[in-house]
């Protein structure tokens, strides 16, 4: 077997377990003949497109709340920023400049992320929820040491 199809087998076998794993693919045999006198047997196999379609609107569901969470922080952290003075207000306005491309860096993925695959799913969705998580601890971090 050349290294072509064996990679092309290891593909279809990743893409094809994901898939059940998510529930985007199911299988249904008949265990009888088809055919009377025959040992074949019919196999269905149906892609539900719309099971995955539904988790990739879930998932920018999830992440436009998390925006309007994130906006309504931020607008606090600028809200202390326009209160303070000095030393102080220079340093929460390079944390709010450092938080703002943070975001813009996970709008970017997320964008990215109208393209992913069945395959990259799994790993699409893990490395855009840590990153949530990420930015809203250091964005509470950041506006608890500007008190």
Do not use: E, P, Q, R
């Given at each position: 077997?050349?290294?072509?199809?064996v990679v092309i087998l290891a593909l279809l076998a990743v893409v094809?377990?994901?898939s059940l794993s998510q529930g985007w693919i199911s299988f249904k045999a008949k265990t009888a003949p088809t055919v009377p006198g025959s040992s074949s047997?019919?196999?269905?196999?149906s892609v539900d497109k719309s099971k995955f379609k539904s988790d990739m609107e879930a998932l920018r569901n999830k992440y436009n709340d998390w925006t309007k969470d994130t906006d309504t922080r931020m607008k606090d952290l600028q809200a202390k920023a326009d209160k303070s003075e000095g030393e102080n207000k220079v340093k929460i306005d390079a944390e709010i400049a450092r938080l703002n491309k943070k975001k813009q860096e996970i709008a970017r993925n997320m964008d990215d992320g109208k393209e992913t695959t069945a395959e990259k799913w799994d790993e699409f969705k893990g490395r855009s929820e840590r990153a949530w998580s990420e930015f809203t601890?250091?964005?509470?971090?950041?506006?608890?040491?500007f008190r």
């Open positions: 077997m050349s290294k072509a199809i094809v377990g994901v047997a019919d196999v269905n196999v601890d250091g964005l509470k971090k950041s506006y608890d040491s």
